[in-house]
Each structure stands twice: as structure tokens, then as C-alpha cells.
């Protein structure tokens, strides 16, 4: 299927057809988690929002890079190791892994590389040096770095904001030494007291860095100097992205980014979810209380990215129910036991709803409204075998973006981004990549076998 993706780019505030840098290849950096206390189902709605984008791009045939930092050093992750008389590494070694098993309940496909900030202060340190001797930086009496935002002219460009009648954000006012402007921001943060045995060496004496270097320095490092997609919650996109960009075109003077693109907030009785706030809920309380990983999904992927989530658990209920129609579907088509590569013309329709800004309310209504039109044909039994296996297909290729089939035949993630990337070195005559990645899905215990029907995947 040849069909243009438009995705709404926060930089420039419109939709934009979206080329990959490189043809075929997306590379992608998400925000990740600061590790100090357990990522809430607010943190989850956009950590979905990217899944959701990720699976899409692959299922369209792109190869995806993905990269997602893991933050174990600023303010907040100090404060509580110290408080707690902890290291800073068993704090967030213990919530980097409790988030890692959330990701899996919700089957939230695994980045390629998970960098960790305090693993990278090395390159920070490397890239605040060239903004010092390219006159971007300054370094204050107490040996903190910081940047300069009157030395950018693009700055404010993402958040849409004119800086000389300029608002104070939380984060900045966090940053707060002694500036040259009010808004100029960390770089490198000269040891305090209060940071107890926490710090690094540097040319600027100990300290530690910023927040906002941290991100760039490692999305630079994986995915280069200029890559196409950067998310994460609109939060985000002040200070944290503006004061990414500032960073990264001063030091590297490339592009940096082609698209930004960020999820709305979910909400509890109208406020943002928040560990600051403390009116959050966690995965596995939700798991607790009865609700399946698939409902939980379901909740915080049916509302459009860029719309507010109203989060309750009548939400939840309903999503519930719209789970359960899904799988009693499949499971009825399932025992017809048809397989077959064609796709109803409704796929097409699916699929142009995702390439317009992943539009996913609309194409779960197409899907849905294609389940209950079925639903009717197989009570009368109208329904050829040629149609069963269009409508497993096209129920599948949906499972591929929305994960939510809970069938004990259910092929892991893993092993379905496999299948999928063998897929494609295959129609790429890729033959020896072809080999190497089914060896891999073996080793794993599942077969891929190849057949006019289409590639079949199943356990060994
Ligand atoms: P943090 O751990 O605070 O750095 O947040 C991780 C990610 O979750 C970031 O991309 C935030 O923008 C996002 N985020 C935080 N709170 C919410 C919320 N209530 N709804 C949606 N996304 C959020
Ligand atoms: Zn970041």
C-alpha cells in the first residue's frame, strides 16, 4: 500500500507529510522515565502513544531505531536517594526495573537501546566544552555551565514563545543560580552540599549535569546529529525540548530533528496526573484490581494523542468491553481456521486513518464497525472462506498496532517484531539477514515458516 503519512509537527504547528531522513529507516527518540518512583499510568499514555507510533511505522515496512533514555541523575532522583540514605544507583536501579516489567505488562515494544544518563556524562561533558569554546556556554563563580539563550536566535521556536516577555517554568525556576539571563539554563551544575557523595569530575570542577543535556548528548550518540521523530508528553516541549534544540544545533550547527511530536496529558478529575501532584495510579494497582493489560492499553490508546485523556474506571469498564468484542471475534473466526494475505477493502481505509496524524479513534472505529458488519454474516452463516480469512488477517495486521488480542496462541512481541523485520529483509532478497533473524526466532522456541499464503509464526 502506497499511502503519504502526515504527522502534526510541534516545531512548525501544522501536518506535515512525513520522509524518513534515510528512505526505509526511521530513528526515533523518546523521553524515558526519571527513576525515582514508579512511572504512573499518566507516564503511560505517552509511552503508548509512541508504541502505538512505532508498530505503525513497522507495520507500513519501515525499520525502526528507537531509543529511549533512562534519567538516574537530576534533582528529583538525588533529593530521594539521599533522603532514603541510598545510593543514587540502588534507587533507580529499582525503579528502572519496575518500569521495565510495566512496559512488558503493557506488551509496550522494548526500545533497541535503553542509554542511562550517569552511563554518559562523558559525552555531556564533550558537548558542553564545545558550546564554552563556540561562546553558547558560560561558566559561573561556582563552576556551573550554563547556556545562553540570547545566543540563539531560534529559541522559543517550539514552544511558540516570544522569551523577552518570557513565563518561568517550574523546571526552570529549579535550575536557578546565578545567570546571565533569567531563562538561561543548566548545563552543569556545580556540587552542593546537599548532593552528598553525588557528583562527577569535569573541567569545571564536580558537579553533575543538566537535565536537558542528558537527552541530548545521548540522542545524538545513537541516532546522529540529525534524526526524524523525537516525542514525549507536552510537558516536554517546555523547557525540556526547547532547551534540547538550543543545545544540540549550537554544538552540532545540523538540523537535530525533523519532527517533534507530543501527547497530551492524561487527566484525573481534571489535573494532570503527576508524581509532584501524588493523584496517580500505577499499572499493576490497575492489574490488582482486575483490570486486564489489554484494557488498560485500550484506555489510554482509543482517545486521539493530541486530545486530553479524562482517565476513570468506567473508562476502563468500556474498554474492557471493547477488549472482550475483539477477542470473541477472533476466537469465532479463529475456529474456522482460514489463513490468507488479502486484506477487505476496510484495511485501507485503517490504515489511512493512522497516516493521518495516527488518527486511533477513528481507525478502531473502522475496525469496529468491520467486526460488528462480520459478526452479522457469520450468524447466518454467510460468510465465504476467502472472507474468514481476510477478516483474521486484517484483525491481525490491527493486533500488530494495538495489541490488544489475549489469546493463548498470542505471538509475544518479540517475537513478532522479528517476524516482521524478516518480512522485510526477505522482500529485500536479504536472504543471509533472512536466515540470521530466523535462527534467532528458533532459539527463542517458534518456528516462521514461508507459504503462498503468507509467513505463518508459531511455537516450536
Ligand atoms: P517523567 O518521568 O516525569 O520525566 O515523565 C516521563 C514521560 O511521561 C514524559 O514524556 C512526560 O511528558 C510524560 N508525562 C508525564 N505526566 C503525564 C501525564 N499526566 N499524561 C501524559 N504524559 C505524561
Ligand atoms: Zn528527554
Known sequence: MNMDIQFYNTLTRKKEKFIPVID?????????????????????????????????????????????????????????????????????????????????????????????????????????????????????????????????????????????NQIQSERVAADEYSKETPQDFALWKSWKDEDGEIGWDSPWGKGRPGWHIECSAMSIKYLGDHFDIHCGGVDNIFPHHENEIAQSRCSFGSPFVNVWMHSEHLNLEDEKMSKTLGNILSVPSLVKKGYTPESIRFALISSHYRTKIAFSETKLTESKK?????????????????????LPNEYEDFVAALSDDLNTPKALGILFSYIKKINKKMDISSFSEKETAMSIHFIENADKIFSLLTHDGRIPEDISALVLKRDKARKSKDWQLSDKIREKINQKGWIVEDSSDGTKCYKA
Not at 471493547?322 to 488479502?342: C, F, M, P, W
Request: proline share 2%.
Open 24 to 164: 526505509g529507516k526511521v530513528s526515533m527518540y523518546t523521553c524515558g522515565p526519571t527513576a525515582y518512583n514508579q512511572a504512573h499510568i499518566g507516564n503511560f499514555r505517552t509511552f503508548l502513544f509512541e508504541d502505538v507510533l512505532k508498530r505503525f511505522l513497522m507495520l507500513v515496512g519501515y525499520e525502526i531505531n528507537h531509543v529511549m533514555n533512562i534519567t538516574d541523575v537530576d534533582d528529583k532522583t538525588i533529593k530521594k536517594a539521599n533522603n532514603e540514605n541510598i545510593s543514587l544507583k540502588e534507587l533507580t536501579d529499582k525503579y528502572t526495573k519496575i518500569f521495565m516489567e510495566d512496559l512488558e505488562t503493557l506488551n509496550i515494544l522494548p526500545a533497541d537501546i535503553f542509554p542511562i544518563a550517569t552511563e554518559h556524562v562523558d559525552d555531556m561533558i564533550v558537548m558542553i566544552k564545545s558550546l564554552i569554546d563556540k561562546d553558547h556556554a558560560y561558566i559561573t563563580d561556582d563552576g556551573s555551565v550554563y547556556f545562553s539563550i540570547k545566543t540563539f536566535e531560534e529559541y522559543g521556536k517550539l514552544t511558540n514563545l516570544d522569551f523577552d
Open 322 to 342: 471493547a477488549v472482550h468484542r475483539i477477542n470473541e471475534v477472533y476466537d469465532r473466526l479463529k475456529t474456522l481456521q482460514k489463513t490468507g494475505t488479502s
